[in-house]
């Protein structure tokens, strides 16, 4: 069964911000309201990175945890849901998170916070597949029609891949073996595992 | 005298017995429950007209897209 992840390559996201429009197109999400964004380390200095940054759909999700009324769920593909019809947006789930993936649209004159919204991997809610309460609520089921999320489809550099956790973690294993490098950093062959035959074996602190 | 002394000892074995009274040995760490999810059911990726609730076929084509991210097997070089 897969298990939907996320990988962004830092050495390959340009800052381009594509990811979070497609995220914003696709879904109709409201302003102020950012499911996606990218973050960048030491901007402006050489070397700088960044990093595109959503919900991360964990396998022991915070967020599920916290949730005082368990409106969170696990589909069998590994995404994290919620049903808003119960959430109470008490913001727990917020202060939880370490990718600060919750969000919570503000309305009114008085800042009334509304219920939260996260993304979704693009696979809707729990409402029926690629309807219109699930489209107004959740926003686009591209995962019901067979596609990946917006954002990693429309990645220009490919950076942020989205899909089964062992497919894309190889895409991203045999780039770096391309590169020449970042295999010999700590804890690689636990989080990708040994080369696999016929690619070359990574050489050690050798440049690109 | 020996009134007020009765009446002493009474004083201290009812505050030791007061006092003793708030040492049990009752369990102090909460056990976490995960709780069990309460919102509606939400229907599998599978189950829409394209897929009829073929399983396989909806994960055959969501490795295919995947895979389509990779410039090395779309254009068929290892690169280098």
């Known amino acids: 069964m897969a298990r939907m992840k996320f990988i962004c390559d830092v050495n390959r996201c340009i800052e381009c911000n594509g990811c979070v429009t497609a995220c914003k197109n696709a879904n109709e999400v409201p302003w102020g309201v950012n499911r996606r964004r990218v973050v960048t380390i030491n901007d402006g200095v050489p070397g700088e990175r960044s990093v595109s940054v959503a919900c991360m759909h ?8 916290v949730c005082p009324v368990d409106c969170f769920y696990r589909q069998e ?4 849901l919620h049903d808003k019809d119960l959430c109470i947006g008490c913001g727990y789930c917020f202060y939880a998170c370490p990718f600060g ?11 009334l916070r509304g219920k939260m919204d996260k993304c979704t991997f693009c696979a809707g809610g729990p409402e029926a597949n690629n ?4 489209f107004r609520k959740y926003g686009e089921n591209r995962i ?3 596609k990946l999320p917006a954002c990693a489809e429309m990645c220009s550099t490919k950076a942020l891949l989205g899909g089964d956790g062992d497919v894309i973690a190889d895409i991203y294993r045999q780039r770096v073996f391309v590169r020449g ?3 010999e950093v700590w804890g690689w062959g636990t989080a990708y595992g040994p080369p696999k035959g016929g690619q070359p074996a990574p050489q050690p602190g050798a440049k690109s | ?12 074995a009812l505050a030791a017995a007061l006092g003793l009274s708030a040492c049990g040995e009752e369990q102090q760490v909460t056990v976490y429950q995960q709780g069990k999810y309460k919102g509606k059911p939400d229907a599998q990726p599978w189950d829409s007209p394209q897929f009829g609730g073929k399983e396989a076929q909806w994960e055959t084509e969501i490795n295919r897209r995947a895979l389509n991210q ?3 097997s779309r254009t068929g070089r290892t690169g280098g």
């Open chain 1, 58 to 65: 964990c396998s022991d999700a915070p967020c599920m945890a």
């Open chain 1, 77 to 80: 593909d590994g995404v994290v």
């Open chain 1, 101 to 111: 993936a919750p969000q919570f649209p503000q309305a009114g004159a008085f800042g």
């Open chain 1, 131 to 134: 309807t219109a309460d699930e």
């Open chain 1, 144 to 146: 019901a029609q067979g």
């Open chain 1, 181 to 183: 490098k970042g295999a």
């Open chain 2, 1 to 12: 005298m020996r009134t007020m002394r009765a009446i002493a000892v009474a004083g201290v």
């Open chain 2, 70 to 72: 990779s410039e090395y």
